[in-house]
């Protein structure tokens, strides 16, 4: 039998859900960033999963949206203290050819366990 590739990986006893639930309830704090996560993060992680699913490297990226790859590292590096401008993130949505408030959009991380 062939297993999904879609298949979550696993820790050991418990599995990401379960995480989840006992993170909600011992660290509602630490959920709750998980759940609406700074505008920041929400970049870098949309901007990353965009960047991977065209199979982009930072360099190339940069070359496509007018910035420097230091720009992109920063952008990544949501500890940069960086803040884009609007025209950065209106190049990269370009580069990524999805509407800028795709890249800003809220994403929910305890989704993706």
């Not at 599995?15 to 909600?24: C, D, G, N, P, T």
């Not at 759940?35 to 360099?59: E, S, V």
């Amino acid at each position: 039998m062939k297993q999904s590739a879609t298949k979550k990986t696993e820790l050991p006893g418990v599995s990401l859900q379960e995480h989840a639930q006992i993170l909600k309830k011992k660290r509602p704090d630490i959920y709750a960033a998980l759940k609406h996560p700074d505008p920041h993060i929400n970049l870098a992680w949309n901007m990353l999963n965009l960047r991977y699913k065209h199979g982009f490297t930072q360099i190339e990226l940069a070359e496509r949206s007018g910035v420097t790859s230091r720009t992109i590292q920063s952008i990544e590096n949501v500890n940069s203290g960086y803040n884009p401008t609007l025209d950065v993130i209106t190049g990269l949505a370009k580069a990524l050819d999805v509407k800028p408030e795709d890249l800003i959009k809220t994403v929910d991380m305890t989704e993706t366990f």
